[in-house]
């Protein structure tokens, strides 16, 4: 099965997210993603860099909550109105991370968050 494969940047300073449009991972020149923005002044998108120590990459899950949005690391979940918990990458794959057990990890399955709403996400 493959899935999409997409990243979001959390800027810390900015506190708002940006869609990354690529990464560059290189040892010689440095690291950075390039990620898409809006310039207010000239109503346009524009391509922005970003440093690896100015945001916190999340990648995209390959799933969907009930109502059809993307869910990526670092999303609140809910269920039936009552947030259960956020999303992690650990140990190779996926997992929910149950609110108020930092040892209450599932990994998330399609069939499972068909029943799940995004509420928010860590950040905010």
Same mark, same amino acid.
């Given at each position: 099965? #493959?899935?999409?494969? *997409?990243?979001?940047?959390?800027h810390?300073?900015?506190?708002?997210?940006?869609e990354v !449009? $690529? *990464? $560059?991972?290189? &040892?010689?020149?440095?690291?950075?993603?390039?990620?898409?923005?809006?310039?207010?002044? &000239? %109503?346009?998108?524009?391509?922005?860099?970003? %440093?690896?120590?100015?945001?916190?990459?999340?990648?995209?899950? =390959? !799933?969907?909550?009930?109502?059809?949005?993307?869910?990526?690391?670092?999303?609140? *979940? #809910?269920?039936?109105?009552?947030?259960? =918990? $956020?999303?992690?990458?650990?140990?190779?794959?996926f997992h929910?991370l149950?609110?108020?057990n %930092? %040892?209450?990890?599932?990994?998330? *399955?399609?069939?499972?968050?068909?029943?799940?709403?995004?509420?928010?996400?860590?950040?905010?």
């Amino acid at each position: 099965m #493959s899935r999409e494969i *997409l990243f979001r940047a959390w800027h810390k300073k900015r506190k708002k997210y940006y869609e990354v !449009l $690529h *990464l $560059h991972i290189n &040892e010689l020149e440095g690291n950075w993603a390039t990620c898409k923005g809006y310039n207010i002044i &000239e %109503q346009k998108d524009i391509h922005i860099q970003v %440093q690896p120590e100015e945001c916190i990459i999340e990648q995209y899950t =390959g !799933l969907k909550d009930k109502n059809g949005n993307k869910i990526f690391e670092g999303d609140k *979940l #809910s269920l039936d109105g009552d947030c259960v =918990g $956020h999303i992690i990458y650990d140990d190779g794959c996926f997992h929910l991370l149950v609110e108020g057990n %930092q %040892q209450g990890r599932n990994p998330i *399955l399609q069939e499972r968050t068909k029943r799940f709403k995004i509420t928010g996400n860590i950040h905010q």
